[in-house]
């Protein structure tokens, strides 16, 4: 393993990036800097919206590319670089599908802040932490703003009982459980393996020369463009089928071992 050649290192952030209590260590940012000094490109690329990530990586995030809402939003240095929105009336089709489900709350997730119909202490309290900008809205028309993706929350699992109510969706755009509780709705070019390929030609780094990260379904076009690709431990299994190389789960360092590797091997 040629560790040696790797140019862009890509990493997702909630299960991989970041451990259980939604943190990013320090050793992280001691391992970004010599990165850093070896031209080594870091991307943080997440199903949160771009001020979540940057409230995570402030000190490095001028530093740093931002994929955000699953490949959704490129930006550097606050500069957007690609934009891939959903069309209005789609987000109306995809709000009227699931309105109904019990135990399901979605969110409108535009690039200032998300938009929630249900106002439910459990969804609330979710969005202090993945959405911390938010509106309450009566109607979707009181958006106004692109919306990126519609995420949606179960309060058991978004896998057995929103996945399969719009997973005829598929053929037109991108549906990806994101998470235990959440079912994610984008652009079909709204993916984290499309946005980390416009940042591979926009560099000329080639896919041999890509290292990446994750542990969710809204991860495996962002694996199949490196060939580097790393599933958590505690990843889905599906990652797991994907990736090349498994490394430890994300409460035990997982990302950061093999950055260790890297940097030795550099």
């Known amino acids: 393993m040629d560790l040696a050649k790797v140019k862009l290192v890509v990493s997702d952030m909630d299960g991989t990036l ?14 970004f800097l010599k990165m ?19 409230d995570k990586l402030s000190s490095i995030k001028d530093q740093i590319y931002i994929v955000s809402e699953n490949g959704g939003f490129i930006s550097y240095k606050e500069k957007m670089l690609l934009s891939t929105p959903l069309v209005k009336e789609d987000v109306t089709k ?5 309105d109904g489900l019990d135990n399901t709350h979605p969110v409108f997730c535009g690039h200032t802040k998300a938009y929630i119909k249900n106002n439910s202490d ?4 979710l969005l202090s932490e993945y959405y911390p900008n938010y509106k309450i809205i009566d109607n979707i028309s009181e958006i106004d703003e692109p919306i990126y993706k519609v995420a949606i929350y179960h309060e058991d699992s978004s896998e057995k009982y929103v996945y399969p109510h719009v997973k005829h969706l598929e053929s037109d755009f991108k549906v990806k459980t994101s998470a ?27 896919v041999d020369e890509t290292m990446a990260f994750g542990d969710y379904n809204n991860d495996l076009e ?24 498994e490394t430890e789960n994300n409460d035990a360092y997982g990302v950061e071992i093999i950055l260790e590797k890297l940097v030795r091997a550099k």
């Open 36 to 54: 850093k000094a070896h031209n080594i490109l870091f991307v943080a690329a997440s199903g949160r919206p771009h001020y979540s990530i940057c």
């Open 122 to 125: 459990v969804l609330l309290k």
């Open 18 to 31: 970041l451990n259980s209590n939604h943190e990013v260590s320090t050793l992280f940012f001691e391992l």
């Open 222 to 245: 962002m694996l199949e463009r490196a060939h580097y690709s790393y599933a958590m431990k505690n990843a889905h299994p599906n990652v797991k089928d994907v990736a090349r190389f």
């Open 180 to 206: 235990t509780h959440w079912v994610d709705i984008s652009h079909n070019l709204a993916n984290k393996g499309h946005a980390i390929r416009f940042l591979q030609n926009l560099h000329n780094i080639s």
């Open 94 to 98: 995809f709000a009227n599908l699931i």
